[in-house]
């Protein structure tokens, strides 16, 4: 199975991304949920989907295969958070319990808090990915290390920033790319918002070189710079730059134009499908109700009908990984998660 933690598919960095609102330093979030309405059908889905990954869970408590299952796990993990599930509560509470303890014993185990999978080639992919997942757990999770264990991630994260406020494949400060570098940003910003500390000066590099990815003219963002500008590119990029309070620069402005003019072969399929719907529907919702509007109808019925009888997607990186993204496009709504409210 195939993820986007490989050179091939290297345009991947997930998720979830808020606007910061302040919580005090080293000290669990109050975390100020709300929830509007989603369609029955929908809210069946994603229902459907969890119970699918609940039947599906390893015995060390991850999930997917050997390959990359810290990334599988995290995605799995924000998955069950995204409807609003509580670890060590309810009927997905012990799933919950397990792939924290599995995320917070990979952290133990590795340099130092290094929680990518060695034998994967993009290993900083799921080292961000895991530190999202406890950001997010955050203020919910009662596990004693799971505060220790977020700070030295983020701590590798800080120190492996290049010169041009970008990151890459390892957890050493060398080149950069955009895909790693939305990935580590939005890894970053999870956990300040959790309370963990990170220093404004490496989001504020880490916004220079996003910008330096945009084509201007186009307002499209390439890989590691302005030229071949694309569309999962440029929802990741635009998003990032939300999320580290650059609502309104006209970067911003320029790449959601850029998505509204992409063909709507963007609603169905391509190389990166959930990858850059996964964003695109959060710029959407955080550029406002008419484009939020505009867009998630057709990227939530073209899942709808993608989705199996056992609950499940197999899109394109196999079934974990597909169906957490589903689950986490379809579910921008509910916003359980604070890195869904505006």
């Not at 895909?179 to 939005?186: E, K, L």
Request: charged letters at 15%; a positive charge; glycine letters at 10%.
């Amino acid at each position: 199975m195939k993820f986007l933690l490989n050179k091939s598919l290297a345009t991947f960095s997930f998720l979830l991304l808020a606007i910061p609102v302040g919580h005090a330093e080293e000290s669990a979030p109050v975390q100020r949920v709300s929830k509007t309405r989603l369609s029955p059908e929908v809210h069946g889905s994603i229902s459907k989907g969890l119970e699918f990954l609940s039947k599906n869970q390893n015995s060390d408590g991850s999930w997917g295969q050997q390959n990359h299952p810290v990334a599988d796990t995290s995605v799995a993990l924000m998955a069950f958070m995204l409807q609003g599930h509580v670890p060590s509560r309810g009927k997905y509470g012990r799933n919950m319990d397990r792939a924290i303890a599995y995320l917070i014993n990979v952290g133990k185990k590795g340099n130092q808090g290094y929680m990518g999978t060695p034998r994967n080639h993009g290993g900083m992919y799921e080292h961000g990915l895991a530190i999202l997942a406890l950001s997010e757990a955050w203020g919910q999770s009662t596990h004693p290390d799971l505060r220790n264990t977020l700070k030295r991630a983020v701590d590798i994260t800080i120190h492996a920033q290049n010169h041009q406020g970008g990151w890459r494949y390892n957890p050493e400060p060398r080149d950069a790319d955009l895909s790693m570098t939305v990935m580590q940003t939005v890894a970053l910003n999870s956990a300040k918002e959790a309370g963990i500390s990170v220093p404004d000066a490496t989001l504020d590099k880490a916004v220079k070189y996003v910008l330096y990815c945009q084509d201007k003219n186009s307002g499209g963002f390439g890989y590691s710079g302005p030229s071949g500008p694309g569309f999962a590119r440029t929802c990741a990029g635009v998003m990032s730059l939300i999320m580290c309070g650059q609502r309104n620069h006209p970067a911003v402005k320029r790449g959601i134009r850029f998505m509204h003019a992409y063909p709507e072969q963007k609603f169905n399929g391509g190389s990166h499908f959930l990858y850059a719907n996964y964003y695109a529907v959060q710029c959407m919702y955080q550029s406002g109700e008419e484009d939020f509007n505009s867009y998630y109808p057709y990227v939530s019925q073209s899942l709808l009908a993608k989705q199996r009888d056992n609950g499940s997607w197999s899109i394109q990186e196999g079934e974990v990984y597909s169906t957490g993204m589903a689950i986490l496009i379809l579910g921008v709504p509910y916003r359980f998660l604070p890195i869904y409210q505006r």
